[in-house]
């Protein structure tokens, strides 16, 4: 068990509040989805969570533990940051090595199984990785870890569009074979929707939502039609987002439609379709909500 729980936590920076008494629990082996904008707090929380910094208020527990100054329980994270903290001067396969010292239980067999797969010589020295090259082997550190939480920042980042679906797919592979609780802090929502069981969107360092993607997604509709008809039908409901193009109007709602109100929506002449998450995403955290009524 890897439950990870966060209670009322808070951070300052000087006088700016990065993150505003945020509470999750995160039940284990799921994948989730940590989405935000630039700024919205999503790294200042994940270094939170890996007591790579101190909340001002607020306490972190996994599997009940209070992570401050508690080696021992976060030997069971691994946390692939967004920048490189290791030593240019030291070779792939030394800092495997090294990885091996801090998870004993590192498959360093796959590690190179990966290598090859991505073309990866790990006889180079890091500090002459370009920022893709650089992005695979952390990715490759981290899934070859077998740690039991995975915390991947921008995991992609540099990569191009082969080596993401190869990424991608090696995730879901060793989530479906090791059951890991893995939390993917990414800007690139269309790509990595298919592999999210639970989304949870911070803005401005508060917590906005926190959902399975499977009910996330069957609230979220796109309408289109006559622009009476559609103000009718979504008087009720919450408008994130309208478009209007002569006499006609696309809105973004937000909410459950039930089978009889949708049949009735679409025999009234309005075309129904389902949102994406990063349609979604950007209705929510855009501050544009509309109101019908």
Same mark, same amino acid.
């Given at each position: 068990?890897?439950?990870?729980?966060?209670?009322?936590?808070?951070?300052?920076?000087?006088?700016?509040?990065?993150i505003d008494r945020v509470n999750l629990t995160l039940a284990p082996?799921?994948?989730?989805?940590?989405?935000?904008?630039?700024?919205?707090?999503?790294?200042?929380?994940?270094?939170?969570?890996?007591?790579?910094?101190?909340?001002?208020?607020?306490?972190?527990?996994?599997?009940?533990?209070?992570?401050?100054?508690?080696?021992?329980?976060?030997?069971?994270?691994?946390?692939?940051?967004?920048?490189?903290?290791?030593?240019?001067?030291?070779?792939?396969?030394?800092?495997?090595?090294?990885?091996?010292?801090?998870?004993?239980?590192?498959?360093?067999?796959?590690?190179?199984?990966?290598?090859?797969?991505?073309?990866?010589? %790990?006889? /180079?020295?890091?500090?002459? =990785?370009?920022? !893709?090259?650089? $992005?695979?082997?952390?990715? +490759?550190?981290?899934?070859? #870890?077998?740690?039991?939480?995975?915390?991947?920042?921008?995991?992609?980042?540099?990569?191009?569009?082969?080596?993401?679906?190869?990424?991608?797919?090696?995730?879901?592979?060793?989530?479906?074979?090791?059951?890991?609780?893995?939390?993917?802090?990414?800007?690139?929502?269309?790509?990595?929707?298919?592999?999210?069981?639970?989304?949870?969107?911070?803005?401005?360092?508060?917590?906005?939502?926190?959902?399975?993607?499977?009910?996330?997604?069957?609230?979220?509709?796109?309408?289109?039609?006559?622009?009476?008809?559609?103000?009718?039908?979504?008087?009720?409901?919450?408008?994130?987002?309208?478009?209007? %193009?002569? /006499?006609?109007?696309?809105? =973004?709602?937000? !909410?459950?439609? $039930?089978?009889?109100?949708? +049949?009735?929506?679409?025999? #009234?002449?309005?075309?129904?379709?389902?949102?994406?998450?990063q349609k979604l995403f950007i209705g929510l955290t855009e501050n544009?909500?509309?109101?019908?009524?």
């Amino acid at each position: 068990m890897n439950l990870i729980e966060l209670n009322n936590i808070s951070k300052y920076f000087g006088k700016t509040k990065a993150i505003d008494r945020v509470n999750l629990t995160l039940a284990p082996s799921k994948i989730y989805g940590l989405l935000g904008r630039n700024g919205a707090g999503k790294t200042t929380l994940l270094n939170i969570i890996t007591n790579r910094i101190y909340p001002d208020q607020g306490i972190v527990k996994i599997e009940g533990k209070n992570v401050v100054l508690n080696d021992q329980i976060l030997r069971n994270v691994f946390y692939m940051t967004e920048k490189n903290l290791f030593h240019e001067g030291y070779s792939l396969k030394e800092l495997l090595y090294l990885c091996k010292d801090f998870y004993p239980s590192a498959d360093l067999s796959y590690a190179h199984t990966l290598a090859a797969k991505f073309r990866l010589n %790990l006889k /180079q020295k890091i500090g002459g =990785l370009s920022m !893709g090259y650089l $992005s695979i082997f952390k990715a +490759i550190m981290a899934l070859c #870890s077998n740690a039991p939480i995975l915390i991947l920042d921008e995991p992609v980042s540099g990569l191009d569009a082969n080596h993401r679906e190869l990424l991608y797919k090696e995730i879901l592979e060793i989530y479906a074979a090791k059951a890991q609780t893995i939390i993917i802090s990414t800007h690139l929502i269309e790509e990595i929707a298919a592999l999210l069981e639970e989304v949870i969107i911070i803005d401005h360092g508060k917590l906005l939502l926190q959902e399975s993607s499977e009910m996330l997604l069957q609230k979220a509709w796109i309408v289109t039609g006559e622009i009476s008809k559609v103000r009718s039908f979504a008087k009720s409901m919450r408008v994130l987002n309208a478009k209007t %193009l002569g /006499q006609r109007e696309e809105v =973004l709602l937000f !909410g459950l439609i $039930s089978q009889k109100d949708l +049949i009735a929506g679409k025999n #009234s002449g309005l075309d129904f379709a389902m949102a994406s998450l990063q349609k979604l995403f950007i209705g929510l955290t855009e501050n544009t909500e509309v109101n019908h009524e």
